[in-house]
């Protein structure tokens, strides 16, 4: 069973940065994690996702904004958010699963096995 803790949510005004951080248990580090998020009334969508290579994966909406990285003796992943939008406004969540070999962390929600409980992040404009 892999525990995931998030922590690092808050209020930003457009245009500024956040740093969300996810303290993973240790047995997550053989595997892939990611970032989810889920606004008001709208299903849960990948923002980014890294597997135990470091090899990441990005939803376009958040391309060149945000950063994934994975501090596997800390057991912590962050994602690092720059440049925020009233629409990047949502509950984020980490998340963790099994994968095999050098395959590339997906985006879907589906794929993920443990979740941790959220952290609200809220860009005001």
């Known amino acids: 069973q892999v525990q995931l803790v998030e922590s690092g949510g808050g209020s930003v005004e457009v245009g500024g940065s956040l740093r969300l951080s996810c303290t993973a248990s240790a047995d997550a580090n053989s595997g892939c994690v990611g970032w989810f998020r889920q606004a008001p009334e709208k299903t849960r969508e990948g923002v980014a996702a890294i597997n135990r290579f470091r090899n990441t994966n990005y939803a376009d909406s958040v391309k060149g904004r945000f950063t994934i990285s994975w501090d596997k003796a800390e057991s912590t992943l962050y994602l690092q958010m720059d440049s925020l939008k009233p629409e990047d406004t949502a509950m984020y969540y980490c998340?963790?699963?099994?994968?095999?070999?050098?395959?590339?962390?997906?985006?879907?929600?589906?794929?993920?096995?443990?979740w941790g409980q959220g952290t609200r992040v809220t860009v005001s404009s």
């Open positions: 998340a963790a699963t099994e994968c095999i070999g050098a395959m590339i962390a997906g985006l879907r929600s589906s794929g993920y096995k443990y």
